[in-house]
Antibody, heavy 121, light 106 residues
Framework: EVQLVESGGGLVQSGGSLRLSCTAS????????MDWVRQAPGKGLEWVGR??????????EVAASVKGRITISRDDSKNSLYLQMNSLKTEDTAVYYC????????????WGQGTMVTVSS | DIQMTQSPSSLSASVGARVTITCQAS??????LNWYQQKPGKAPKLLIY???NLETGVPSRFSGSGSGTDFIFTISSLQPEDIATYYC?????????FGGGTKLEI
């Protein structure tokens, strides 16, 4: 079964750090670009960032709202994607989804179930 | 950044009704527009890609059209299981951006 499972969410104080993980199964992880998308409680979807695959030098793109505070990385040997978040703010409170980018078209074709990050003041 | 404006933000319709949602981009995005469905407590699901292409396995009552800055998402005959929030998303430029969502109720 093609699946993405996030972990690492929780409660953290403002200014703190957190590392989210996303473990993939059922497909060739290394072939795909991978993204993070978040959703604040009761709000819409917000794209966080992307990491490309090895043929594209693992380059990243990140949203301005998190630039300088997050690092997206991956370990293809572990079929895992990571989101390191530093200097967390209360406005970073959200469900964080990892999403697979299709190799055919630029869409999010597989999503994880999400992991909740709560930043308290 | 490309702003995506969806309307309406919420919509109530009856089973069997035709439902239309619009999405407007702040600048031309050709056909680089996807539509997702999100049910409460669940992750989004891809329905339409590149403005008008139906994702495999998605019922044919869902359709999309448009290009440039103006796009339309249609459910031809609303079913109870279509209760969800729908989002458009552009992939012309980074940062990727979503519309604000349309919450559909029966």
């Amino acid at each position: 079964e093609v699946q993405l499972v996030e972990s690492g969410g929780g409660l953290v104080q403002s200014g703190g750090s957190l590392r989210l993980s996303c473990t993939a199964s059922g497909f060739i992880f290394s072939d795909h670009y991978m993204d993070w998308v978040r959703q604040a409680p009761g709000k819409g979807l917000e794209w966080v960032g992307r990491i490309r695959n090895k043929p594209n030098s693992y380059t990243t793109e990140v949203a301005a709202s998190v630039k300088g505070r997050i690092t997206i990385s991956r370990d293809d040997s572990k079929n895992s994607l990571y989101l390191q978040m530093n200097s967390l703010k209360t406005e970073d409170t959200a469900v964080y989804y990892c999403a697979r980018v299709s190799t055919r078209i630029d869409v999010f074709d597989i999503w994880g179930q999400g992991t909740m990050v709560t930043v308290s003041s | 950044d490309i702003q995506m404006t969806q309307s309406p933000s919420s919509l109530s319709a009856s089973v069997g009704a035709r439902v239309t949602i619009t999405c407007q981009a702040s600048q031309g995005i050709t056909n680089y527009l996807n539509w997702y469905q999100q049910k409460p407590g669940k992750a989004p699901k891809l329905l339409i890609y590149d403005a008008s292409n139906l994702e495999t396995g998605v019922p044919s009552r869902f359709s999309g059209s448009g290009s440039g800055t103006d796009f339309i998402f249609t459910i031809s005959s609303l079913q109870p299981e279509d209760i969800a929030t729908y989002y458009c998303q552009q992939h012309k430029n980074f940062p990727l951006t979503f519309g604000g969502g349309t919450k559909l109720e029966i």
